[in-house]
């Protein structure tokens, strides 16, 4: 049989462990409501190869007639706080978390050549499991999202000009300290 005062020990150090487990779920809770979901960790190398190895399939499915006359890079865009705290800095972007993107365009493709291209890479894409998020961007065009990483590739044809254009894109993620996207020489790219 346990004393009185044994009893009293118990109910004390159940009491504190109460208010220290109130107090961290609290703490938890009002940081995830001050700073919003955390972004992703983001490895821009890796996630300039498969911005390129898209790109370049598109290409290729594409099939334009004659030399590659693109180049391009991969640029990073501006990503915002998220939760009560993006209130506190509106329309400021972070400088640790970015997202990407890589972006070519070729004028003067054949109605044709451009519908049987769309055509290839939908297929493709339908058949890797992506999924269509919206069609008629343009003239003849479509975006597909990828449903495991987000990541989106846009085909679009602009009639007047003839203009073919891609882009493949990579949601916003928290970027490794000391990155420079000036001095990044991973982000450049031209067709094979």
């Known amino acids: 049989m346990l004393k009185k005062h044994s009893v009293r020990s118990i109910l004390w150090l159940i009491g504190v462990l109460l208010v ?3 107090t961290v779920t ?3 809770t009002c940081y995830r409501v001050w700073n919003g979901e955390p972004y992703p960790a983001s490895d821009p ?9 898209e790109a370049q399939r598109v290409y290729d499915e594409v099939a334009l ?8 890079r991969v640029e990073t865009g501006t990503c915002y706080y998220r939760g009560l705290r993006s209130i506190a800095h509106i329309d400021q972007g972070r400088s640790d978390v970015r997202s990407f993107g890589l ?16 055509e290839r890479v939908r297929r493709r894409l339908e058949q890797e499991g992506w ?20 990541e989106m590739v846009d085909v679009d044809w602009y009639e007047p000009t003839g203009t073919l254009a891609v882009s493949v894109y990579a949601p916003c993620g928290k970027l ?3 990155f ?9 790219w031209s067709p094979k």
């Open 20 to 22: 220290v487990a109130v």
């Open 26 to 28: 609290v703490t938890v």
């Open 45 to 53: 190398d890796q996630v300039a190869t498969r911005l390129k190895q």
């Open 65 to 72: 007639p004659g030399p590659p006359d693109v180049s391009s």
């Open 103 to 118: 972006e070519w365009r070729v004028t003067d493709v054949p109605r044709n050549t451009a519908r049987s291209g769309q």
């Open 131 to 150: 999924k269509l998020t919206s069609e008629n961007v343009s003239d003849l065009g479509f975006r597909f999202e990828r449903p495991d990483t987000d």
């Open 176 to 178: 490794p300290g000391g």
């Open 180 to 188: 420079d996207e000036y001095e990044w020489p991973e982000s450049e």
